[in-house]
Nanobody, 125 residues
Framework: QEQLVESGGGLVQPGGSLRLSCAASGFTFAYYAMGWFRQAPGKEREAVSCISSTSDGTTTYTDSVKGRFTISRDNAKNTLYLQMNNLEPEDTAVYYC?????????????????YGRGTRVTVSL
């Protein structure tokens, strides 16, 4: 059974850092583009970042996180990461890991084949 399990969320002060992880199982992780969505209270779900399945590992970010967040993947461990630095209160949300065939589909169309249950990130004093 296909599964994505996120971890690493928590409470952090503005300017702080967190590293999210997503452990994948039940499907061929290396074949998929992998990404992160987030949903803040009262807001629509937003695609945050994606990394392709190709050898060059092309990455894509939504404008609000460029320069602060870094997505990466370890295909040997079937794990996706999101390093979040210089966090802002506006980053407060539940973060979800997702898998799709392409980053275009994930980022532009909100499309996914598999989706995790999320990990909560709260940025507050």
């Amino acid at each position: 059974q296909e599964q994505l399990v996120e971890s690493g969320g928590g409470l952090v002060q503005p300017g702080g850092s967190l590293r999210l992880s997503c452990a994948a199982s039940g499907f061929t992780f290396a074949y998929y583009a992998m990404g992160w969505f987030r949903q803040a209270p009262g807001k629509e779900r937003e695609a945050v970042s994606c990394i392709s399945s190709t050898s060059d590992g092309t990455t894509t970010y939504t404008d609000s996180v460029k320069g602060r967040f870094t997505i990466s993947r370890d295909n040997a461990k079937n794990t996706l990461y999101l390093q979040m630095n210089n966090l802002e209160p506006e980053d407060t949300a539940v973060y979800y890991c997702a898998a799709d065939w392409t980053c275009f589909g994930l980022m532009s169309e909100g499309r996914y084949d598999y989706y995790g249950r999320g990990t909560r990130v709260t940025v507050s004093l």
